[in-house]
């Protein structure tokens, strides 16, 4: 497994990466969608060109200019009480960026998790760049996952006021009992069911990362003939 994994061309990682930039666009607008949120064509051309770059750098650029326009949109998803300006990390700047980290790292350590289960190396990345110590491969399958799965439990939380702003401290970290809260919330998110949107059958989201894991493992190998995103149209 490995030596096919580390046997790929550029093309083959090119092609791997274009499905699931591909899928985060479209997950990013069918959350917003959900929520009632719209002036989301420019995502839409967005997407389009994903599937179409030549480039891994194009496809970088692609992904960037999405994640932008799409944070510029997320306020849209949130009740009264709470907003989102900008994505800020290293630190978080408030409170909606500070779950987001901390949902897209616990996400980052199960697609981690699932890429082990599979034989394949989570350091070795098909988008991301290599650097020491960095899960790129980790870090590119999870992009999929982003909006659909890490965002829509992030407003969900605090749209059904699960969290408050007192349950944080003042340097933006949530407070012990809240963290506890938190993390009992997001087992029972990830064990949560839905229809698979290409196969068609209930599945937990824990289980679909597993899965796509799978599937790129299939791509890899050649067991497929292209990797499928995991990629929601509603």
Known sequence: MRRAQYDLSREEELEIAKSMIAAKVRNARTLLSRKGVHGMDILKDLGVRAENVTKKDDLRGVEGEAAERYFDLLDGTLVDSWTFEKRTKRPPEDHVNSLLSLTYVLMKNRTMSALRQYNLDPFLGVLHADRHGKPSLALDLQEEFRPIFCDAFVTRLVNRGVLTHDDFKKNNRLRDDAFKTYLSKFDDYMDEEFTHPYFEYSISR???VRQQAILLR?????????????????
């Open 218 to 234: 299939k791509a890899i190998t050649g067991e497929l003939d292209e990797y499928h995103g995991l990629t929601f149209q509603r």
């Open 206 to 208: 824990r289980k679909a």
